[in-house]
């Protein structure tokens, strides 16, 4: 049933019917509404059975999770930017420890200067933490994603965290099919942890491992996130099955079939490109949308699938890497690699800059014309880089 | 299990001999059902403090909890010294996460096993001084004021032995250490106001803090069992000379601990709900010298030349500890 509710509410009370027993927060704008609606449910008691910890930093957050989810619970946190890299150290632990932690990330910029508006900055810096990365492009994706999330973390035994743009989805609010109890109930199963700190059955977790083993143990990380890609699918078409909704996981082509130019992006900005993609395919421009849900691991096969007709590709980044260019553009390349293809990287909307259909417009018309630098700044005011270098470019 | 009645030894100590004692007040260690929680084969220095003071306590929380123990290791020494891949010396159930995070990881722990229902199993989390006075502050400081069903036990031997005897918050003034070396006017560790994490932990009110070092180890399972009878945050502090970081004799470790009670250098004590309930008082008090000649990383402050400066400054820090903690003793 359709109810007007915040994107923050609709995924609380999606995370709320995945029953966590341990959720530990705290509080980053704008993450905030989450774990604030997440503690009425359990303080109100329509959430039992689960521990709400208020922890004192994002470090500790994470530490709480990890040790939540080595005692057999099932656990989750959410954060945002600053709280996300303040917990960089456990995030990488609580991959390598195989936990099945699930993580919402309500993606914003990192400062300096500071800013708490949204772009991808946040998540993007953590690709290779060993966490699955799901990327919602709207609120109805970023409550389906949560119960797909849990599901595959624990089939798997490893972290995932749910990318959903801050403000742009965490406030806003629109109609959302919350998914019914008995429906997350029939896709997931009761947690059953890989190993669990029991003193019936001691075991040693978070041995110290040397250069005789190391290796094998980040390859078998790299293995697990490799079998991750061929159950994306088919999870997702078990949750479509009983939702009677949702996409296919990894890659969500849209107008694709024959597109000579493809724009790839990740998370809300798809819905502005999908209808700047329809106007310009009202006049006569043969271009189309390929949004990335899955950007870890990274779905190299379904991009070459969808974007092997395509002539060029527009990769739009929601985050920079500095002194380099695109963050998701250069996996891009490296999985189209040996083609003809053209590639573009723009980087757009950072630190909550809106990214509009007009310059969508333009930009992919310019690209589609081949008119378009390699690496363009959309809506770049050059008249205030001039003032701050004196004049230079 | 059979009882032996044997002659009364005199240990040379203050101890009276475990034999003597009633056969339910003897050390856990003494006993045939012993838990053994880490064994022997870990690869710790001879003469190690810490190894010996996480035995008895884990022995004796075992012991008090019916071996219904969970156990979390912060990054250390202890970590190390007992779990090289693919060896494991825990018998007990154990996790390692992370350098700066073991109090909130118990508490992780802790609110699982709350959620499961299971809240007959008990949390441990230990780790060494620098884990816990200084990377780990703020998470073991976030457990106390969440009243966290945890014990957290400090192993402190004064300085980051793991990474090669670097100074920590919890080293104290003049020692030498790898980063305070003992040259220039004022060589070693400069006079700081210090960091007493067990009054920190005082300060949040916490039902139970208390105080031990390797030479008490009765007293240090007493305090175990003390603490493992209470529920909320609790915090145990236990000094655990170390011959490589401190430069002493293997076999003195026992020795030194008695030393830096006897001297009022290290207070021993227990606290509840942020009041002193009680001192181990000093019989026979010795001055700081007797303490601090039998390690190198004072020999700076004998030679060439005794500084007598400098160790007028530590004696005055233990006669202050004498007085504010009232722990007696003749001089």
């Not at chain 1, 199963?189 to 977790?205: G, H, K, N, T, W």
């Not at chain 2, 290791?73 to 010396?89: D, H, I, Q, R, W």
């Not at chain 2, 208390?210 to 609790?234: N, P």
């Amino acid at each position: 049933m359709l109810s007007q509710i915040e994107g923050s509410r609709a995924v609380a009370e999606a995370v709320a019917r995945c029953r966590p027993q341990v959720i530990c927060a705290y509080p980053i704008s704008p993450q905030t509404h989450i774990v604030e609606a997440l503690s009425a449910l359990v303080k109100s008691g329509r959430l039992t059975g689960c521990e709400y910890v208020n922890v004192e930093s994002e470090f500790a957050a994470m530490s709480v999770a990890i040790g939540a989810s080595a005692a057999g619970a099932r656990a989750y946190t959410a954060t945002a930017s600053q709280g996300l890299l303040y917990m960089v150290e456990a995030l990488y632990n609580a991959a390598g420890l195989g936990l099945p932690i699930v993580m919402t990330v309500a993606n914003r910029a990192i400062g300096a200067p500071i800013n708490i508006w949204n772009d991808h900055s946040d998540t993007m810096s953590q690709r290779d933490s060993g966490w699955i990365q799901l990327y919602a492009e709207s609120n109805q994706d970023a409550v389906d994603l949560h119960v797909l999330a849990f599901r595959l973390a624990e089939e798997l035994s490893t972290p995932v965290m749910v990318c959903m743009d801050g403000f742009v989805l965490t406030h806003a609010v629109e109609p959302v099919d919350l998914p019914d109890p008995s429906q997350v109930d029939a896709f997931l199963p009761a947690l059953r942890p890989r190993q669990v700190l029991d003193p019936a059955e001691p075991v040693s977790i978070g041995a110290m491992v040397g250069p005789e083993a190391f290796t094998e143990v980040r390859y078998l990380a790299h293995l697990t996130q490799l079998r991750a890609l061929d159950r994306i699918p088919v999870l997702a078409r078990e949750l479509r099955d009983v939702l009677g909704r949702g996409g296919t996981g990894l890659v969500d082509p849209y107008r694709c079939e024959d597109a000579e130019t493809v724009v790839v992006a990740l998370g809300s900005v798809l819905g502005t490109l999908k209808d700047t993609v329809d106007e310009l395919r009202a006049e006569g421009v043969a271009v189309g949308v390929l949004g990335v849900t899955t950007f870890r691991p990274f779905p190299a096969d379904a991009l070459r699938e969808a974007l092997r007709r395509a002539r060029r590709v527009v990769v739009l980044e929601r985050a920079f890497a500095v002194g380099v260019g695109g963050v998701v553009s250069a996996d891009i390349a490296a999985a189209m690699a040996g083609t003809p293809q053209r590639h573009y990287t723009v980087v757009a909307g950072l630190g909550g800059r809106p990214v509009t259909r007009d310059s969508l417009h333009s930009m992919i018309a310019d690209a589609a014309a081949d008119q378009l630098a390699p690496l363009t700044f959309l809506d770049l005011d050059h008249d205030l880089v001039r003032q701050a270098t004196g004049g230079q470019p | 299990m059979t009882v032996q009645r044997v002659k009364f030894y005199q240990t040379g100590s203050f101890a009276v001999g475990n034999r003597l004692l009633d056969p339910a007040q003897r050390s856990t260690q003494a006993r045939m059902d012993r838990a053994n929680s880490i064994t022997s084969g870990h690869r710790a220095c001879q003469g190690c403090g810490e190894a010996l003071a996480a035995r008895y306590v884990l022995d004796a929380a075992s012991r008090a909890t019916g071996g219904q123990l969970v156990v979390v290791n912060a990054t250390g020494c202890l970590e190390v010294f007992s779990t090289p891949y693919p060896e494991s010396a825990w018998r007990v159930p154990w996790l390692h996460s992370l350098f700066g995070n073991a109090p909130a990881v118990a508490s992780g722990v802790a609110a699982a096993l709350r959620a499961r229902g299971r809240t007959e199993i008990r949390v441990i989390g230990q780790g060494g001084d620098g884990g816990t006075v200084d990377i780990g502050f703020g998470a073991l400081s976030g457990m106390f004021e969440r009243n966290d069903d945890v014990l957290y036990v400090c192993y402190d031997n004064q300085a980051y032995m793991n990474t090669g005897v670097q100074r920590s918050g919890a080293t104290p003034p003049a020692a030498r250490t790898a980063t305070t070396p003992a040259v220039g006017p004022q060589p070693g560790n400069t006079f700081g106001q210090g960091k007493s994490a067990p009054l920190v932990a005082m300060a949040h009110e916490i039902p139970y803090v208390a105080t031990a070092t390797v030479a008490g180890l009765r007293d240090l399972e007493a305090k175990v069992f003390r603490a493992m009878q209470l529920r909320g945050a609790r915090y145990l502090h236990v000094l655990v000379p170390c011959p490589l970081g401190w430069g002493s004799g293997t076999g003195e470790t026992i020795r030194l601990g008695r030393l830096a009670v006897e001297t009022g250098l290290f207070p021993v004590f227990e606290a509840e709900r942020g009041e002193v309930v009680a001192v181990t008082p000093i019989r026979r008090r010795l001055p700081v010298e007797e303490y601090l000649r039998p390690q190198r990383r004072y020999a700076h402050l004998f030679e060439p030349a005794v500084r007598s400066d400098v160790i007028e400054r530590l004696q005055a820090m233990a006669d202050r500890n004498v007085r504010r903690f009232h722990l007696g003793g003749k001089r």
